[in-house]
C-alpha cells in the first residue's frame, strides 16, 4: 500500500520527526518485532509508514522546545 503524505502528516507538522520515527519503528520490525496492521506488504519501511498513517505508532512530541547552546 501506498500511503500518501498527508495522511501522514496529520499526527506531525515535522518531516523530520515523522521520518525518524518511521526509521525507528522499522528498525524494531527488521529486529523481529511485530507488524500491527495487517498488510500485503514485506517491507519493514512500508509496514512502518501504513502504522503511522493508521495512527497506530506515533511520534513523539517534544515537551519542550530545544535549548541553544552559547559559546
Not at 518485532?33 to 502504522?51: C, D, N, R, Y
Request: one cysteine or more; charged letters at 30%.
Amino acid at each position: 500500500m501506498i500511503v500518501p503524505l498527508e495522511d501522514l502528516l496529520k499526527h506531525t507538522q515535522s518531516h523530520y520527526k515523522l521520518v525518524l520515527a518511521a526509521a525507528q519503528r522499522a528498525n524494531e520490525l527488521m529486529k523481529g518485532g511485530q507488524a500491527m496492521v495487517v498488510t500485503k506488504s514485506k517491507k519493514p519501511a512500508a509496514i512502518a509508514l501504513e502504522e503511522m498513517a493508521k495512527g497506530i505508532v506515533r511520534c513523539e512530541e517534544d515537551k519542550e522546545p530545544a535549548k541553544s547552546k552559547k559559546a
